[in-house]
């Protein structure tokens, strides 16, 4: 178990570079800055995986335009309030002790397990060339 | 035994109700907002554990590097997060602390492939950029 203290030096550390990621995504777009590496997986195969169109969607959302962010990557729209909430409470608790939790509910086995198949299978039906699940494509809810 | 709240028949060493997510230890522990679990907050009641019973799942780490790092390390991860609960409600402890840190393994391996790749494309582009100042020379 780490210190409190180093706890607290990991939190802040990982703090900062997500500041200084959201301030890279509000000010570079994805979709066209070189800046951002490419995803691996779509680089070496060609195909979407579940994450894909992620920092593209979190940089829509950063400028208010919420449905170019849902078209991008929608499965991330709805888990981001999850994370975000989830890195929150993380941050609570390294930062004010285990006494100081956020409200948490615990997720039954057999839910997180369905989480797991639903990013598979979003992942494997967002590269299906036919509608409506190529509409999970990134961006392409845009186009039609 | 039964669960005191909704009468489901459980495993005799339960931590938790399988049913409801309700503790079943002898004496309930006073009702503090208390788990580890600070995944998806979906429709569950939430269930207090015991003190001695926090086992981190790291689920939340688990999705940020399925979705954002590296997909095939961080499917993994999830699928430990869910073991740690699984074991957790059927009473097995020390089987949940090695599934967690099996999850703690897999997240900070989706972490290295991802910083791996952030580092090569940013020597790739530091050595795109040298390239081109040294032709416009």
């Excluded at chain 1, 509608?131 to 186009?143: C, D, E, K, S, V």
């Excluded at chain 2, 001695?52 to 799942?57: L, R």
């Excluded at chain 2, 390390?73 to 999830?78: D, H």
Aim: net charge positive.
């Amino acid at each position: 178990m780490l210190e409190t203290r180093n706890r607290r030096l990991l939190t802040a550390l990982f703090g900062t570079v997500a500041a200084v990621g959201v301030m890279l995504l509000r000010v570079f777009d994805p979709a066209t800055s070189q800046i951002f590496p490419p995803c691996p997986v779509w680089y070496l195969t060609g195909w979407y995986c579940p994450g894909c169109g992620s920092l593209r969607a979190i940089h829509q959302l950063l400028h208010g335009n919420l449905q170019g962010a849902w078209a991008m990557n929608p499965l991330t729209m709805i888990l981001l309030p999850f994370i975000c909430y989830g890195l929150v409470s993380y941050a609570v608790i390294a930062i004010r002790g285990q006494g100081h939790r956020l409200p948490g509910l615990f997720l039954p086995a057999v839910w997180i397990r369905a989480l797991c198949a639903l990013i598979v299978l979003y992942g494997i039906a967002r590269n299906l060339p036919f509608h409506p699940l190529n509409l999970l494509a990134p961006g392409a809810m845009l186009r039609f | 035994m039964f669960c005191p709240q909704c009468g489901a028949s459980t495993p005799d060493n339960a931590v938790v109700c399988m049913q409801c997510g309700r503790s079943l230890q002898a004496a309930p522990p006073p009702p503090l907002p208390a788990t580890p679990y600070q995944g998806a907050p979906l429709q569950t009641p939430g269930v207090i554990l015991p003190p001695g019973a926090t086992v981190p799942n790291y689920l939340v780490f688990a999705i940020l590097a399925t979705l954002f790092c590296c997909l095939p390390a961080g499917i993994p991860a999830i699928v430990y997060a869910a073991q740690v609960n699984g074991k957790l409600q059927a009473g097995d402890l020390a089987g949940a602390q090695q599934a967690s840190k099996n999850a703690k393994l897999w997240c900070l391996i989706s972490l290295g492939l991802g910083l791996a790749v952030v580092v090569i494309w940013g020597l790739l582009v530091l050595a795109g950029v040298l390239t081109g100042i040294s032709h416009q020379n």
